[in-house]
């Protein structure tokens, strides 16, 4: 059992001008530059302190057709991309008609997960995205981070999807041409009640990847060689006036996996409440890879193959782009507390 740590994050300013923001249009052309993020640092008794950092810029180009149909192009950059030395995170370009529907093809996430409904959280640890709790508490345990379906977004996309309506959407990827697996298949759907006071979502979905082979889909999850993965996810969000309640859960299934098994079950709920500038919020996770015994060509580990996750979270919206917030919780065995300020544009 790993001895009981603190942890501190620290966040602190990183883009002090949001009067940066670049929002061109004429008649055929739109340009956008947006960017957000944070710096700081993380500490506890047992490790030095760490420096952290966070952050996203993303640039947009669209040529309108007219009030309907646009052709662009889209090139984001972010602080795990840097990490990773995989200095893109998105870059593709797409054509869209506001009637019918979508297509993009290039390097980004599959349809199933960007359709996907994760946990309402006012935090900036990213709980429902390569969690930044997670990877920053390095818990020397094997987890699944997030409830999404996800295949990565460093292979070759192909998505298409329905335009999102009030009442729903649904999409089909396909993707390739990477060394991380010969090919993935990606489905999702969205059903949305939008009408009254109480307003529903409901979200499912699925994806089959083809003989992973030291896939990685997390920088701190182990890499997965398997004949093939399956995932199911499935989500829920209730919002009632100020009130948004939501679950959200994964399974991922290795076929013949060898090394270290990471396949299991996610499942998480929260619940938030937002109050004029004020936003809190709290949530569970569970992550369990014990869920399928394999047998054969999996490496003996000697730690718990489960983690606990309880984070509450408080923000304070100083303006549009700026945000304080602050965070604590428990993961595993590790207590953390963490404080900042977000400021985008």
């Given amino acids: 059992m790993n001895t009981l740590k603190t942890s501190f994050i620290v966040p602190a300013l ?7 923001a670049i929002n061109y249009r004429t008649d055929n052309w739109t340009f956008k530059l947006n960017a957000d993020g944070m710096v700081g640092f993380m500490q506890d008794k047992d490790d030095k302190s760490n420096f952290i950092n966070d952050w996203d810029v993303k640039g947009q180009i669209f040529y309108h057709f007219d009030n309907k149909q646009r052709f662009g192009a889209i090139y984001s950059i972010d602080a795990d991309s840097v990490d ?5 995170h998105d870059a593709f370009i797409l054509f869209e008609d506001r009637t019918v529907g979508r297509i993009e093809f290039g390097l980004t996430h599959s349809i199933a997960r960007k359709m996907g409904l994760g946990l309402p959280d006012v935090g900036y640890l990213r709980i429902n995205d390569d969690s930044l709790l997670h990877k920053k508490l ?9 409830t999404t379906a996800t295949t990565g977004h460093k292979a070759l996309h192909l998505n298409v999807a329905t335009t999102s309506t009030p009442y729903g959407q649904y999409g089909l990827s396909i993707s390739g041409l990477t060394d991380d697996y010969n090919y ?3 489905m999702a759907i969205k059903i949305k009640q939008p009408s009254g006071k109480l307003k529903t979502a409901y979200y499912a979905g699925i994806s089959y990847m083809d003989k992973p082979e030291n896939y990685l889909e997390h920088s701190f999850t182990p890499n997965v060689t398997a004949d093939w993965r399956s995932q199911i996810a499935l989500g829920i969000n209730i919002q009632y006036n100020s009130w948004i309640i939501g679950t959200s859960a994964r399974v991922i299934y290795d ?10 079950l996610i499942a998480g709920a929260g619940v938030s409440y937002d109050l004029l500038q004020y936003s809190i919020s709290l949530n569970y996770l569970y992550s369990d890879t014990t869920l399928w015994k394999h047998e054969q060509n999996i490496i003996t580990r000697e730690y ?4 606990h996750t309880v984070l509450a979270s408080f923000r304070y919206k100083y303006s549009e782009n700026t945000h304080l917030f602050m965070s604590g919780g428990i993961s595993s065995d590790t207590p953390f507390f963490a404080v900042g300020l977000k400021i985008g544009f």
């Fill in 14 to 20: 990183l883009f002090a001008n949001n009067a940066m």
């Fill in 84 to 88: 990773d030395k995989e200095y893109v």
């Fill in 138 to 146: 390095d818990l020397k345990k094997v987890l699944i981070s997030d």
């Fill in 184 to 186: 993935a298949i990606d």
């Fill in 255 to 264: 076929h013949n996996p060898i090394y270290i098994a990471s396949d299991g």
């Fill in 304 to 307: 718990n193959d489960y983690i």
